[in-house]
C-alpha cells in the first residue's frame, strides 16, 4: 500500500481564494482524522471521521472550514474564503480503529497571502 | 476538551546522556500513543500503551503510562544524534486522538 495520500504537497494562494485539500486513506482504514499544525498551536484536530460519518468537528475554526467524506477512499477539507491565519501545514491521517496506529500523510503545506 | 500537556518544550542535550519528557492531562484515555516526527514529514509511531501502570521498551526508549491513565512519560537512554525529532504524545478516547504540542529534542554529537 502507498501509504496515506495528501494533494496537493504544496499550495499558495491569494486571501479571499477557496482552497480544497484532499486525502486518500489507506486501504480498509475506518477512521479519517484532518490536523493542522503551526509552531503556535501544534497539531490541532479539526474534525474525524469514523465510517465516512463526521463524529466531531468541534476543532474546525470557523464557518470557513469543511469537510466531506463522500467514501470510504477520499475525502476533501475545504477552506473558502482563505484567511493568512489559515496558513499551517495540513495533515490528514487514517488507521483501522481505536488505540491502533494512525498513519500520516506527508502533509499539505498551505499558505495565504 | 482534552488537553495534553507535554514538558519540556525544548531540550538540547550532548550524546550519550540520558533524558525524560512528560505527557500529563486532567483527562482519562483509553490509550496513550507517542509519535515522533521529523522535519517534512508527518508523526511515525513509536509505541501505544492502554493499561494503567504499563511499561513498554523499545531498544533505548521506555515509556510510561501512569496508573490513573492520565499521563505519561518517554525515558530515552544514552541519547544519540539520530534520535533528534519531535516527540508527541496523543491521547485517545472514543475514536478521538488529541495530540499534546510536543518536545522538540535535539541531541548534539
Known amino acids: 500500500d502507498a501509504g496515506v495520500i495528501q494533494s496537493p504537497r504544496h499550495e499558495v494562494t491569494e486571501m479571499g481564494q477557496e482552497v480544497t485539500l484532499r486525502c486518500k486513506p489507506i486501504s480498509g482504514h475506518n477512521s479519517l482524522f484532518w490536523y493542522r499544525q503551526t509552531m503556535m498551536r501544534g497539531l490541532e484536530l479539526l474534525i474525524y471521521?469514523?465510517?465516512?460519518?463526521?463524529?466531531?468537528d468541534s476543532g474546525m475554526p470557523e464557518d470557513r472550514f469543511s469537510a466531506k467524506m463522500p467514501n470510504a477512499s477520499f475525502s476533501t477539507l475545504k477552506i473558502q474564503p482563505s484567511e493568512p491565519r489559515d496558513s499551517a501545514v495540513y495533515f490528514c491521517?487514517?488507521?483501522?480503529?481505536?488505540?491502533?496506529?494512525?498513519?500520516f500523510g506527508q502533509g499539505t503545506r498551505l499558505t495565504v497571502v | 476538551t482534552q488537553l495534553l500537556e507535554q514538558s519540556p518544550q525544548f531540550l538540547s542535550i550532548q550524546e550519550g546522556e540520558n533524558l525524560t519528557v512528560y505527557c500529563n492531562s486532567s483527562?482519562?484515555?483509553?490509550?496513550l500513543q507517542w509519535y515522533r516526527q521529523e522535519p517534512g514529514e508527518g508523526p511515525v509511531l513509536l509505541v501505544t500503551?492502554?493499561?494503567?501502570?504499563e511499561v513498554k521498551k523499545l531498544k533505548r526508549l521506555t515509556f510510561q503510562f501512569g496508573d490513573a491513565r492520565k499521563d505519561s512519560s518517554l525515558h530515552i537512554t544514552a541519547a544519540q544524534p539520530g534520535d533528534t525529532g519531535l516527540y508527541l504524545c496523543a491521547g485517545g478516547s472514543n475514536y478521538k486522538l488529541t495530540f499534546g504540542k510536543g518536545t522538540l529534542l535535539t541531541v548534539n554529537p
Open positions: 483527562s482519562v484515555f483509553s490509550s
Open positions: 491521517a487514517s488507521r483501522v480503529g481505536e488505540n491502533t496506529e494512525a498513519f
Open positions: 500503551v492502554v493499561t494503567g501502570g
Open positions: 471521521f469514523n465510517n465516512n460519518v463526521p463524529i466531531d
